[in-house]
């Protein structure tokens, strides 16, 4: 990697999230020739960061201070913030029964803060961490709030996990309106579809063609954060052909 001298030449971007589209997300990055902080709480996550070539902090998207704390560091490190990305996963806290909460009928009482408030939690803490750095520091950026198809339509057994994605959807809306006349794109990555594993491992039951590529995936995150103020996107959604695709 390059030394801090030199990142200061190059766009830098902070990507929260490292272990799957995290980490496609700062290799493709970092191949691009940016100057590039991976954060995450694990150390084996951080880990993979420092191998990548980025400089790898520890911190915990969830927590709002946690996010402005780990922009600064950057900014201190690479001179600013271009883009910062939220690809970390919405899971959080203790879940049980099926994936998206099961219907409704028989959803426990926790329920809804283990599978819908802990995404819009995690959305609302990246967004407002993000926002009020960006702001600070002055000039153009681009914020990306990654997540599921989920954000676009509920599914039977899976209403808890959309009414989080919905939130999350409605966040980044918000941001992208309060700060766009700042110069600041915020743009929702819907990616609707399983994500491959980085290592091409594939996932037990599901048609490797219908698994959207973390690096193409990688590859769209650095389309929106080169567009200019005058084709700026604020939602992008991807689809595999090969996954059913709903208008």
């Given at each position: ?82 883009l910062v990305v939220n690809a970390a996963s919405a899971y959080g806290g203790t879940r049980s029964g099926p994936f998206g909460g099961g219907p409704l009928a028989q959803a426990a ?52 996990w959309a009414a989080g994605a919905f939130g999350v959807r409605a966040l980044t809306q918000a ?73």
């Amino acid at each position: 990697m390059s030394d801090v001298n030199d990142s200061r030449d190059r766009p830098s971007a902070v990507i929260f999230g490292a272990r799957n589209l995290g980490k496609a997300i700062i290799e493709t990055l970092v191949d691009r020739g940016w100057a590039v902080v991976g954060a995450a709480r694990s150390e084996a996550t951080l880990e993979g960061v420092t191998a990548a070539g980025a400089l790898a902090l520890r911190a915990d998207v969830t927590d709002q201070a946690s996010v402005r704390a780990t922009m600064a560091a950057a900014a201190d490190a690479h001179g600013r913030v271009d883009l910062v990305v939220n690809a970390a996963s919405a899971y959080g806290g203790t879940r049980s029964g099926p994936f998206g909460g099961g219907p409704l009928a028989q959803a426990a009482p926790d329920a809804f803060d283990a599978w819908a408030a802990a995404p819009a939690r995690s959305a609302f803490a990246f967004l407002s961490g993000a926002a009020g750095f960006v702001v600070e520091q002055g000039g153009p950026a681009t914020l990306i709030q990654v997540t599921g198809g989920s954000a676009r339509r509920a599914m039977p057994g899976r209403g808890l996990w959309a009414a989080g994605a919905f939130g999350v959807r409605a966040l980044t809306q918000a941001a992208a309106l309060e700060l766009r006349e700042q110069g600041i794109q915020v743009a929702l990555l819907i990616v609707d579809a399983g994500i491959e594993p980085l290592d091409g491992s594939g996932r037990p039951g599901a048609d490797p063609a219908a698994l959207a590529d973390p690096r193409q995936i990688a590859d769209a995150v650095v389309f929106l954060a080169q567009q200019g103020p005058r084709a700026a996107t604020h939602e992008l959604q991807v689809t595999p052909l090969a996954e059913t695709w709903v208008p």
